[in-house]
C-alpha cells in the first residue's frame, strides 16, 4: 500500500488492491498481493464481492486442502495460508456461503479423517472454523447438531494445538448461546478425551492432559462438562490409567495427574473463595468444610485416598541414576507429579485427608525425600508447602501425632549436622536449608502449646535448635531490610529461593517449569537418552 500527495496539507493511501481491479487479474494475483487480507478485514467491498461467490471459495478450500501434485512454492505455501486468513476474517457475505452449500464445510470436516490429513493445513481449517462459529454461531452450532461425528473426528487429531483452541472456542459461546457446554457432554466429550489415556495412545498424553486442563479453565464451575469429569465413574476410569495393572502406564501418571491437582485446585478454597481469573463467570468455588467424612469427600479426593499406598509407594521408587552420579538421589518427574498431587490436596484442609496421611506414614516419606535428595529444589518446595499446611491448619492432635510419628524435629536437626563440609574444612550450604528453617520456624511458633512443647521437651538439642531457627530468621530479615542478596541466609515462608551452589541466578521457578530444572541424570532417566 503507498500514499499520494493531492495537494498541500491532504493526503490519502492507494490500494494495491484497487491498482490490481484496474487491469486483469487471477485468484493467485489476490492471494500474492500483499494487502489483500487487511483489505478483507476492513471489508472492502470490492474485494468481499469478488471473493464472496462460491465458485471462489471452492478454489480457496483447495489450496487449503488439497494441493496439486505439481504446485509452486507460493501456492503449497503462501497461499493455503492467506486463504485460511480470508475463510476466517468473519465476513458475512463470505461466510453464509458455508451455509447455503454444507457439501463444502463436509468436504472441510471430513480433512480430519483422510489420508492425505497434514497438521499444519488442519490448522488452517480449524482456523477457519473458529472464524465461522464467531460469525455465524446459530448456523454452526445446528450444522454441528446434524453432524455429531464431528467433534470426535478431530480429537484423533489432538496433537493440532487449534483442536484446543477450537473446542474451548465452543464452549466459550455458552455466554452467547446456552446448551452449548451441555450439548458438548452429550457427546461424551469428557469420556472420549479419558479414553486418549489408554496406554496404547501414550505418544499423546500430553497433548491429551493439556486439552483437559484448557476445557476445565474454560468451563464454569458447575458445568456439565466439570461434573461429568469430577463423578466417581470418570475419575476411576482416569485413575485406572494411572496406577492400574492392566491398564495403568508412567506416561498417563505423568501427564495425567495434572488434571487430578488442577481439578483439586478448583476444589479448594483457601480462605480465598477465589473467582476464575478472566471473570467469566460469576460462581464461586464452593468452601470446603474440614470435617468431612473421608467417605462423604469429593470424588477425585476420595478416589486418591482409596489408592494412596500406591501413591506413597510410587515416592519409594528410585528411579534409575546416571553412571556418573551414583553417589546422588535424584527425584524423578513421577515422584515430583506424586508430590504435587499430595501438595494439593493439602491446601484443601480435610481433617480426613491428614488423618489417611498419617495412617499411611506418608510424612516419613516426605521426610527421607526432602533430606536426602539435596540437589533438586522442587521437591524442597513441595515438602515444606505439605509440611507447613499439616502445622497450619491441623489440630494440635494430629500435629503432636506428627511430630511423634515422623521424628520431624530430630530429623531436621540431624540435617542441620549434615550441613557442614568438614573434608573441606568448612561449611557447606544444603539447598533444602532455606526450607528446613521454614518448617523449623512453623514448629517454633507452635512451641507454646502445651501437648506440642511436652513433645519438644523430650529432644534434649531442641534448645539449640530453636535458637539457630531465630537467628537463621532474625539474619533473613534483617537481609531483606538491606536489600541484600550476597549472603545466602533463609528464605521467608512467601519466599523460595533456589540456593543452587552452581547457579547464582535467584529468580523463583514455577513448579511447572520443574523439567527445564532436573538434572541431568533425571532427564536421562525420564526421557531414556542414551548416555
Same mark, same amino acid.
Given at each position: 500500500? $503507498?500514499?499520494?500527495?493531492?495537494?498541500?496539507?491532504?493526503?490519502?493511501?492507494?490500494?494495491?488492491?484497487?491498482?490490481?481491479?484496474?487491469?486483469?487479474?487471477?485468484?493467485?494475483?489476490?492471494?500474492?498481493?500483499?494487502?489483500?487480507?487487511?483489505?478483507?478485514?476492513?471489508?472492502? @467491498?470490492?474485494?468481499?464481492?469478488?471473493?464472496? !461467490?462460491?465458485?471462489?471459495?471452492?478454489?480457496?478450500?483447495?489450496?487449503?486442502?488439497?494441493?496439486?501434485?505439481?504446485?509452486?512454492?507460493?501456492?503449497?505455501?503462501?497461499?493455503?495460508?492467506?486463504?485460511?486468513?480470508?475463510?476466517?476474517?468473519?465476513?458475512?457475505?463470505?461466510?453464509?456461503?458455508?451455509?447455503?452449500?454444507?457439501?463444502? #464445510?463436509?468436504?472441510?470436516?471430513?480433512? %480430519?479423517?483422510?489420508? /492425505?490429513?497434514?497438521?499444519?493445513?488442519?490448522?488452517?481449517?480449524?482456523?477457519?472454523?473458529?472464524?465461522?462459529?464467531?460469525?455465524?454461531? +446459530?448456523?454452526?452450532?445446528?450444522?454441528?447438531?446434524?453432524?455429531?461425528?464431528?467433534?470426535?473426528?478431530?480429537? /484423533?487429531?489432538?496433537?493440532?494445538?487449534?483442536?484446543?483452541?477450537?473446542?474451548?472456542?465452543?464452549?466459550?459461546?455458552?455466554?452467547? @448461546?446456552?446448551?452449548?457446554?451441555?450439548?458438548?457432554?452429550?457427546?461424551? #466429550?469428557?469420556?472420549?478425551?479419558? *479414553? &486418549? %489415556?489408554?496406554?496404547?495412545?501414550? =505418544?499423546?498424553?500430553?497433548?491429551?492432559?493439556? #486439552?483437559?486442563?484448557?476445557?476445565?479453565?474454560?468451563?464454569?464451575?458447575?458445568?456439565? &462438562?466439570?461434573?461429568?469429569?469430577?463423578?466417581?465413574?470418570?475419575?476411576? !476410569?482416569?485413575?485406572?490409567?494411572?496406577? $492400574?495393572?492392566?491398564?495403568?502406564?508412567?506416561? *498417563? &501418571?505423568?501427564?495425567?495427574?495434572?488434571?487430578?491437582?488442577?481439578?483439586?485446585?478448583?476444589?479448594?478454597?483457601?480462605?480465598?473463595?477465589?473467582?476464575? =481469573?478472566?471473570?467469566?463467570?460469576?460462581?464461586?468455588?464452593?468452601?470446603?468444610?474440614?470435617?468431612?467424612?473421608? =467417605? @462423604?469427600?469429593?470424588?477425585?479426593?476420595?478416589?486418591?485416598?482409596?489408592?494412596?499406598?500406591?501413591?506413597? +509407594?510410587?515416592?519409594?521408587?528410585?528411579?534409575?541414576?546416571?553412571?556418573?552420579?551414583?553417589?546422588?538421589?535424584?527425584?524423578?518427574?513421577?515422584?515430583?507429579?506424586?508430590?504435587?498431587?499430595?501438595?494439593?490436596?493439602?491446601?484443601?484442609?480435610?481433617? *480426613?485427608?491428614?488423618?489417611?496421611?498419617?495412617?499411611?506414614? *506418608?510424612?516419613?516419606?516426605?521426610?527421607?525425600?526432602?533430606?536426602?535428595?539435596?540437589?533438586?529444589?522442587?521437591?524442597?518446595? #513441595?515438602? =515444606?508447602?505439605?509440611?507447613?499446611?499439616?502445622?497450619?491448619?491441623?489440630?494440635?492432635?494430629?500435629?503432636?501425632?506428627?511430630?511423634?510419628?515422623?521424628?520431624?524435629?530430630?530429623? &531436621?536437626?540431624?540435617?542441620?549436622?549434615?550441613?557442614?563440609?568438614?573434608?573441606?574444612?568448612?561449611?557447606?550450604?544444603?539447598?533444602?536449608?532455606?526450607?528446613?528453617? /521454614?518448617? $523449623?520456624?512453623?514448629?517454633?511458633?507452635?512451641?507454646?502449646?502445651?501437648?506440642?512443647?511436652?513433645?519438644?521437651?523430650?529432644?534434649?538439642?531442641?534448645?539449640?535448635?530453636?535458637?539457630?531457627?531465630?537467628?537463621?530468621?532474625?539474619?533473613?530479615?534483617?537481609?531483606?531490610?538491606?536489600?541484600?542478596?550476597?549472603?545466602?541466609?533463609?528464605?521467608?515462608?512467601?519466599?523460595?529461593?533456589?540456593?543452587?551452589?552452581?547457579?547464582?541466578?535467584? @529468580?523463583?521457578?514455577?513448579?511447572?517449569?520443574?523439567?527445564?530444572?532436573?538434572?541431568?541424570?533425571?532427564?536421562?532417566?525420564?526421557?531414556?537418552?542414551?548416555?
Amino acid at each position: 500500500m $503507498g500514499f499520494q500527495w493531492p495537494g498541500e496539507g491532504q493526503y490519502y493511501f492507494t490500494s494495491q488492491i484497487d491498482e490490481l481491479f484496474k487491469k486483469e487479474f487471477t485468484l493467485q494475483d489476490v492471494l500474492d498481493n500483499e494487502d489483500v487480507v487487511m483489505e478483507v478485514r476492513n471489508a472492502k @467491498k470490492t474485494l468481499i464481492d469478488y471473493l464472496g !461467490t462460491k465458485e471462489i471459495v471452492v478454489e480457496l478450500i483447495d489450496y487449503i486442502i488439497d494441493p496439486k501434485p505439481d504446485a509452486t512454492e507460493l501456492e503449497k505455501l503462501k497461499f493455503p495460508v492467506v486463504s485460511s486468513e480470508i475463510l476466517s476474517s468473519e465476513i458475512e457475505q463470505i461466510d453464509k456461503i458455508w451455509f447455503e452449500n454444507e457439501d463444502l #464445510l463436509d468436504r472441510m470436516w471430513n480433512y %480430519f479423517d483422510s489420508e /492425505n490429513y497434514d497438521p499444519l493445513r488442519g490448522n488452517l481449517v480449524l482456523r477457519v472454523f473458529i472464524g465461522i462459529l464467531s460469525s455465524m454461531l +446459530d448456523e454452526s452450532l445446528e450444522y454441528l447438531k446434524k453432524h455429531d461425528a464431528y467433534i470426535p473426528i478431530i480429537l /484423533n487429531n489432538i496433537t493440532n494445538g487449534m483442536v484446543s483452541e477450537y473446542i474451548t472456542t465452543l464452549i466459550s459461546m455458552e455466554d452467547r @448461546k446456552a446448551g452449548v457446554i451441555d450439548w458438548l457432554n452429550s457427546l461424551k #466429550l469428557i469420556e472420549r478425551i479419558i *479414553a &486418549l %489415556f489408554d496406554i496404547k495412545h501414550e =505418544e499423546i498424553h500430553m497433548d491429551v492432559a493439556a #486439552l483437559m486442563i484448557d476445557i476445565m479453565e474454560a468451563s464454569g464451575w458447575e458445568s456439565s &462438562l466439570i461434573l461429568t469429569l469430577s463423578d466417581t465413574d470418570c475419575c476411576t !476410569t482416569l485413575l485406572d490409567y494411572f496406577i $492400574g495393572k492392566e491398564n495403568g502406564s508412567k506416561s *498417563a &501418571l505423568r501427564y495425567g495427574l495434572d488434571i487430578f491437582v488442577f481439578m483439586i485446585s478448583l476444589t479448594a478454597n483457601n480462605d480465598q473463595q477465589m473467582r476464575y =481469573e478472566d471473570d467469566q463467570y460469576d460462581d464461586i468455588r464452593p468452601v470446603v468444610d474440614p470435617d468431612t467424612e473421608l =467417605e @462423604k469427600l469429593p470424588p477425585q479426593v476420595l478416589l486418591v485416598m482409596k489408592n494412596i499406598q500406591k501413591f506413597v +509407594d510410587i515416592l519409594k521408587e528410585e528411579p534409575a541414576k546416571h553412571p556418573l552420579q551414583q553417589h546422588q538421589r535424584v527425584l524423578g518427574i513421577y515422584r515430583l507429579k506424586v508430590l504435587e498431587l499430595f501438595d494439593s490436596l493439602m491446601t484443601l484442609e480435610y481433617n *480426613a485427608v491428614m488423618d489417611e496421611l498419617l495412617n499411611c506414614g *506418608a510424612f516419613t516419606i516426605f521426610l527421607d525425600l526432602f533430606l536426602g535428595i539435596e540437589r533438586n529444589n522442587f521437591c524442597h518446595r #513441595l515438602v =515444606e508447602e505439605i509440611f507447613y499446611n499439616f502445622l497450619e491448619t491441623g489440630s494440635i492432635a494430629r500435629i503432636v501425632s506428627l511430630l511423634k510419628q515422623s521424628e520431624l524435629v530430630e530429623k &531436621l536437626i540431624e540435617g542441620t549436622k549434615n550441613n557442614t563440609d568438614s573434608e573441606n574444612g568448612g561449611t557447606f550450604r544444603n539447598q533444602y536449608m532455606p526450607y528446613l528453617v /521454614n518448617i $523449623g520456624q512453623h514448629i517454633q511458633s507452635l512451641a507454646n502449646e502445651p501437648l506440642v512443647r511436652e513433645v519438644l521437651s523430650t529432644i534434649p538439642e531442641w534448645p539449640d535448635f530453636e535458637a539457630f531457627i531465630i537467628q537463621e530468621v532474625e539474619a533473613s530479615n534483617e537481609s531483606d531490610e538491606l536489600d541484600s542478596y550476597e549472603s545466602p541466609t533463609t528464605s521467608s515462608s512467601s519466599d523460595y529461593a533456589n540456593d543452587f551452589e552452581f547457579d547464582n541466578d535467584d @529468580k523463583d521457578y514455577d513448579i511447572s517449569e520443574a523439567e527445564v530444572l532436573l538434572s541431568k541424570c533425571e532427564i536421562e532417566e525420564i526421557k531414556a537418552i542414551p548416555v
